[in-house]
């Protein structure tokens, strides 16, 4: 059974860091790509960021890049996600999810969730302004 167990989340203020960690289990870690995913208040679920263990490519959404960094350590079975200079516009519910597949189009990074995909339970981000 494929599991995923999100952890890290917790209030902090605009312009503060917070990591995010998601363990994995169940399936063959390098064999797939796992992306972390928001869903703030109201709104629709959104990507923002992905790494494949297939070949090592990540992906970021535009509003995140430079500030977010995704890593992964395939000897604990675990994905990260180091979030700096958080703003007030990026809180909501952070979900780990697999399987995901990164690729190019237009010279641009993109990714996508896969048909057979599970979620972890996420972890609440709030941003204090």
């Known amino acids: 059974e494929v599991k995923l167990v999100e952890s890290g989340g917790g209030l902090v203020q605009a312009g503060g860091s917070l990591r995010l960690s998601c363990a994995a289990s169940?399936?063959?870690?390098?064999?797939?790509?796992i992306g972390w995913f928001r869903q703030a208040p109201g709104k629709a679920r959104e990507g923002i960021s992905c790494?494949?263990?297939?070949?090592?490519?990540?992906y970021y959404r535009d509003s995140v890049k430079g500030r977010f960094t995704i890593s992964s350590d395939s000897a604990k079975n675990m994905v990260y996600l180091q979030m700096n200079s958080l703003t007030p516009e990026v809180p909501g519910v952070y979900s780990c999810?697999?399987?995901?597949?990164?690729?190019?189009?237009?010279?641009?990074?993109?990714?996508?969730?896969?048909?057979?995909?599970?979620w972890g339970q996420g972890t609440q981000v709030p941003v204090s302004s």
């Open positions: 999810v697999t399987d995901v597949d990164l690729y190019s189009a237009f010279g641009a990074p993109h990714c996508i969730l896969l048909p057979d995909r599970s």
């Open positions: 790494i494949s263990q297939r070949d090592g490519s990540t």
């Open positions: 169940g399936f063959t870690f390098d064999a797939k790509a």
